[in-house]
């Protein structure tokens, strides 16, 4: 427990537009340089195998919904904080982690209760909520072309299937041997020959359906890209298979395994322009003026690699924000407003509460504090001044979206200042700090088993010397 809340303090200092960056030594001997709670988990070695599979539940939020992993670190911590001074008293685990469900279940109630709908097709409001996103990262002095280029990329892989909607940003937005035994020298020359039959009969498979372009994930021999050439047929080949997956989807082509298998419908004719272009010192092959793209390609350029690292991992992060809403198109103030709502709720219904059980409800309200806390903090100002006024302001009418200006460190309102987080990940953020602080709550010993050497052995071993 002391182990991951030592890893929540590391942490902290990466959330808000303050945010400090961490410098890491990879197991490779390179340098990251991030804030990204996720990029910081995966550098991070701890021994202790509780923690250590803590840190692998919570990096599964980047999974889920593609954001908040600090954010459900500092929460898991303060959680395990507040449970200390119960475990201390001798209240029973079982009791604690009753009391933590149920705060749980009324935490994710009030906020489909204060959340607000969003108009997906209102561009403006899209790229504000990006903005919010990045603002924190590396990439904030490059936003306006960030969140652009985010909200393009997903609107382009978004496909709507029977009233399903279906947004892959991993695969759509992003990039066998054989033997033979030879008795006679005659045997060699035939191999070569049938070789030749074979490729000859591949061209001829692909040439009978006249297309222009063709990618493989394969290599082409120099024989095969003769034939080709000869019925003016380019070819491009070793295609990684996502860049393929992608291509297809943006032709509107389908990958065949088997060239004797290949039909008119395979060969995709969605695709405008193909053309090679030299870019610095490395030649690209572009596929453009498609029709109906469902997959896209975005191209970064950096001074370093680790700056390009760093864009990377923003800009994924700004792609899953418009996944997120686009899926659910739901927002909550920002700043730590959302936190401070949520404990105010928890507060007044730990009131109605009978038995120990709310008293461990009540520390789930104080911990969520702890986010609004850390903004203060990352901007250097009056954590206990702020802090009391915000809680203060929460207690009047109207107040959900008044939070941190993680800027100034002063209070502002969310709304007009438009920083505004998704419901998904704000509602899965709650549910993996939770569950990752019930799940080391649960944990009442660490048993290390050894296999013991054999004394006979041992005996054995001693006699021989």
């Known amino acids: 427990m002391i182990v991951f809340q030592t890893i929540a303090d590391v942490i902290r200092t990466c959330l808000g537009p303050r945010a400090m960056m961490k410098m890491l030594l990879d197991p490779t001997g390179g340098i990251?340089?991030?804030?990204?709670g996720n990029a910081i988990l995966r550098e991070i070695q701890v021994q202790h195998p509780a923690a250590k599979s803590m840190i692998e539940i919570s990096r599964t939020q980047d999974e889920e919904v593609g954001d908040g992993t600090t954010s459900v670190i500092i929460l898991a911590g303060e959680m395990l904080a507040v449970a200390e001074q119960f475990l201390e008293q001798q209240m029973h685990p079982t009791i604690i982690i009753s009391a933590y469900r149920q705060a749980l279940e009324d935490m994710l109630d009030t906020l489909k209760e204060i959340s607000t709908p969003v108009d997906t097709s209102d561009r403006s409001m899209m790229l504000k909520i990006v903005h919010s996103a990045i603002n924190t990262k590396a990439l904030s002095r490059w936003s306006e072309l960030a969140c652009g280029i985010a909200l393009d990329a997903v609107r382009t892989v978004e496909l709507e299937d029977n009233g399903r909607k279906e947004i892959d940003i991993k695969k759509y937005a992003k990039v066998e041997k054989t033997d033979i035994e030879i008795s006679k020298e005659e045997d060699f020359a035939r191999i070569l020959q049938m070789e030749e039959e074979y490729i000859q009969q591949i061209c001829e498979d692909i040439i009978r359906l006249k297309p222009d372009l063709v990618f493989t994930e394969k290599g082409i021999s120099d024989l095969a890209q003769h034939y080709l050439m000869k019925a003016n047929i380019s070819a491009i080949r070793r295609v990684r298979k996502t860049d393929n997956n992608r291509i297809a989807r943006a032709c509107g082509a389908r990958i065949v395994s088997r060239t004797d298998e290949l039909r008119e419908e395979d060969v995709g004719t969605g695709a405008g322009l193909?053309?090679?272009?030299?870019?610095?010192?490395?030649?690209?092959?572009?596929?453009?003026?498609?029709?109906?793209?469902?997959?896209?390609t975005i191209l970064l350029r950096g001074a370093s690699k680790e700056i390009l690292a760093e864009v990377e991992r923003n800009l994924q992060d700004a792609?899953?924000?418009c996944r997120n809403v686009l899926l659910d198109p739901f927002l909550l103030p920002g700043g730590g407003a959302v936190e401070m709502a949520v404990s105010k709720r928890l507060t007044e219904r730990s009131r109605a509460l009978t038995g120990i059980e709310q008293w461990p409800y009540r520390a789930v309200a104080q911990a969520l504090e702890v986010i609004p806390r850390t903004l203060i903090q990352n901007c250097g100002a009056s954590t206990i001044r702020v802090l009391t006024s915000l809680r203060a302001k929460h207690t009047q009418d109207n107040s959900v979206c008044w939070g941190v200006d993680g800027e100034?460190?002063?209070?502002?309102?969310?709304?007009?200042?438009?920083?505004?987080?998704?419901?998904?990940v704000k509602a899965q953020t709650y549910k993996t700090a939770v569950e990752t602080a019930i799940l080391l709550l649960r944990i009442d010993d660490i048993v290390s088993g050894h296999k013991k050497k054999d004394k006979e052995e041992q005996m054995g071993g001693q006699g021989a010397e």
């Open 32 to 36: 990251v340089m991030t804030n990204d």
């Open 319 to 321: 792609m899953q924000v």
């Open 408 to 424: 100034t460190g002063c209070l502002s309102d969310m709304s007009s200042l438009g920083i505004w987080e998704p419901l998904a």
């Open 274 to 296: 193909f053309e090679v272009k030299k870019i610095g010192d490395e030649y690209f092959t572009f596929v453009t003026e498609c029709k109906d793209p469902k997959a896209c």
